[in-house]
């Protein structure tokens, strides 16, 4: 069923360390993104991109970066992990077309918990 | 501000009924409405698209409608089924991006 591929799925990490979150799509989409959901809430867009060598950032503030270097794969790098950044990253892709009315393919999301 | 609301209780309803969810907006002026089912610990999946200048949309057990002057989309489930029980997000694609509703949880009971 899932063409895209978070991993991992669950990780519990100290303060101040470095990590890099997966994601991985074989549908050869050129938009991906990820996006920040906490428990009961809504889903908020953190980075995306249009295709290689493109990234924005989403309407969320985050100190997370992001990296395009192949149509594939949109890896998320957090610097120094805080316990604010406690959430679940979920990576989505979509088709680039005209008006952009594809829909996103979710990944199941790593959920990230920062001690 | 842009807003878009679900109702945040959950729908509980009975096998068999109808389960309406409600998705309002406002400020903004969608092009697309879509609609995702998403399970505990795991990414929503598309279920429906709807375009501005649709009044509704059908996919088998499955309704939506759209009114850009109420500014308001209703999802429909007929026939609901306990597996039907999930949370169910409206999204909205509006200057390049997707914007979420929280999400209405709905338990259907056998």
């Known amino acids: 069923e899932a063409d895209i591929y978070q991993t991992p799925r669950y990780l519990v990490i100290g303060t101040g360390k470095k990590i890099t979150l997966e994601c991985s799509q074989t549908m050869g989409h050129d938009k991906m993104y990820w996006y920040q959901q906490d428990p009961g809430m809504e889903l908020h867009l953190i980075h995306y991109s249009y295709g290689v060598n493109s990234t924005e950032k989403g309407d969320l503030s985050s100190e997370s970066t992001v990296s395009r270097i192949r149509t594939e794969h949109f890896p998320l790098t957090l610097e120094s992990a805080r316990p604010s950044h406690t959430s679940q990253y979920l990576c989505a892709s979509s088709e680039y077309t005209t008006g952009s009315n594809s829909p996103l393919h979710f990944g199941n999301g790593t959920r990230l918990t920062v001690t | 501000s842009q807003k878009i609301e679900q109702n945040s209780e959950a729908l509980n309803i009975q096998e068999g009924k109808t389960a309406t969810l409600t998705c309002n907006y406002t400020n903004y002026s969608p092009a697309y409405l879509q609609w995702y089912r998403q399970d505990p610990g795991r990414g929503p999946v598309f279920l429906l698209l709807i375009r501005e200048n649709e009044k509704e949309k059908r996919k088998e057990r499955l309704k939506v409608t759209f009114d850009t002057t109420l500014k308001q989309s209703l999802f429909h489930i007929t026939a609901s089924q306990p597996a039907d029980s999930a949370t169910y997000l409206c999204?909205?694609?509006?200057?390049?991006?997707?914007?979420f509703g929280s999400g209405t949880k709905l338990n259907v009971k056998p």
């Open positions: 999204a909205l694609y509006n200057f390049n991006k997707f914007y």
